[in-house]
């Protein structure tokens, strides 16, 4: 419990202790009101405070508002005990439903705990400790067994298994060492790893992350704006008919005390505060629980969109494959199969795709090869470059089509890398790629959980596009397209389909597309500044089932914030009839008003809990 929750819990204890004497005192006149002015100044006078400044700012109609208006009336007209009363539950209730947030917030912090607090920055041969945000891209650190890692970089010495459960929500161990790139926020567990740091610590991963988490709150669901729009209405229009109340009936009976009395019930069982509170602690928490799994939502409208997803567009290349390619075959013509692929390693070796990636590991050019020169990539079709004086090019069909240069017909399964010298056809190399494990899983999954149609787009050969959508499912694929091609792809999926539109991609060349789709969801794209500026949810892992869990997730979170709505609204519309009819007597709204709000919390807080 914080510190100001412990003074409001000590002057709970104070007030109720002060109003059971003041009850018991056998006083009258000014002596029975100063007795039970001091337990509901004790217990009340930050409610009165946090009332005034809200009308000094122009936000008249609050909750704050409503229990100071019922409490002082019910002091006017003489009920004393009850005034104190209905303040006391009430700060009972508002004490719970901080504790509650609160203990929603610690659960998030805990569970992502990836914040580091000190980097061992290594300098002239000295190691010290220091704030992350002073060291700067391209430093040497050094992490020990048990320590996280602050700062994103690559190991430069040592090898170990990083616990990155933190990060993605997967409980195996992963291997790395001298070479690999390794991103912050993980833990690691057994070698001492120096790590040349890529980036300064407030572009890092763990940055971002929490950045995503706590900006989230930003964005508000549907349910949530629905919430604010109907408080701003419902309050005036309650105060209003408590006044009406209090004014009419006793015109035709003269009973003027008695509805004034039901007038201020009526007015304190109209106090919106279980719908206020516990709507934006379900989405809150359900944000936090997905970030434990290693999903990162935007908020709380991405929640809601998702629930509605009717059409999923993939991206194949390191979304539904794993995007770790190999040579798997080598068909030269004019010269020999190490030659022709040394030379598609000169010209692919300042490219990061990772077909270029893949055939530049597997010839591993010698230190005194030639460099390529005005080397250009070209997206969607490959490269061209000048080696040895003369014009190489490498990549697919369209590519040497383009450039006049007649390519044989090639039935290979794998993205075919065609290479040509001065005009001259060399022959080709395949490199394949990998399904990954979950991702036909994921699409049955997604399509349970209400998705009607699963499209994949890829620049990839038709053959291969092909051999893929019919081992996973895929209802329709579309091949051979250029980045801009997916955008006009998804344009038109968005004027034809119903629902919401989802498009996931690896988040390398993918941001145009993830940025016009309904919704983006990046695969493990935390390196990519452009894919998380664009995408809406970002997959920590590598995983597409995770996909599923965020559909799961939301539709679970909009179904707490609508249980939580229709269970407050319909006590509230009853106990307000109970009490513009004169059954419900003060202390009975109140106990109901703060009852359903606890409930609702309760309830609210379940959002957290996510397998």
Known sequence: MEKEQEIQLAKIIAGAALLVAAWLLPTSGIVRLLTFLVPYLIVGGGVLLEAGENILHG?????????????????????????????????????FEDMAEDRTRESIEKLMDIRPDYANLEKNG?????????????????????????????????????????????ALPQDVTAGDEVISGCVNQSGVLRIRTTKSFGESTVSKILELVENSAENKSKSERFITKFAKVYTPMVVICALLLAVIPPLFDKHWADWIRIALIFLVISCPCALVVSVPLAFFGGIGGASTCGILIKGGNILDDLTEVKTVVFDKTGTLTKGSFSVTAIHAEKISEQALLELAARAEQYSTHPVAKAICRACKLTPDAADAEN????????????????????????????????????????TVVHLAEDGNYLGYIVVGDEVKADAAEAIRELKKRGVEKTIMLTGDRKENADAVAALLGIDEYHAELLPSDKVTHVERLLQENSGKLLFVGDGVNDAPVLARADIGAAMGALGSDAAVAAADVVLMDDQPGKLAKAVQIAARIRSIARQNIAFAIAVKVAMLILGALGFAAMWQAVFADVGVMVLAVLNSVRAMKVK
């Open 59 to 95: 936000e008249v109609f609050d909750e704050d508002f409503l229990m100071a208006i019922a409490t002082i009336s019910a002091f006017a007209i003489g009920e004393y005990p009850e005034a104190v009363f209905v303040m006391l539950f009430f700060q009972v209730g508002e004490l």
């Open 375 to 414: 080397v250009q990539e070209l997206a969607g079709h490959g490269v061209s470059a000048q080696i040895d004086g003369r014009t190489v090019l490498a990549g697919n069909e369209r590519l040497l089509r383009q450039n006049g240069i007649e390519v044989p017909a090639c039935t290979c399964v794998g």
């Open 126 to 170: 000295e190691v010290r400790q220091v704030e992350p945000q002073t060291v700067e891209a391209g430093s040497v650190i050094v992490v020990k067994p048990g320590e996280k890692i602050p700062i994103d970089g690559v190991i430069v010495e040592g090898s170990s298994s990083l616990d990155t459960m933190a990060l993605t929500g997967e």
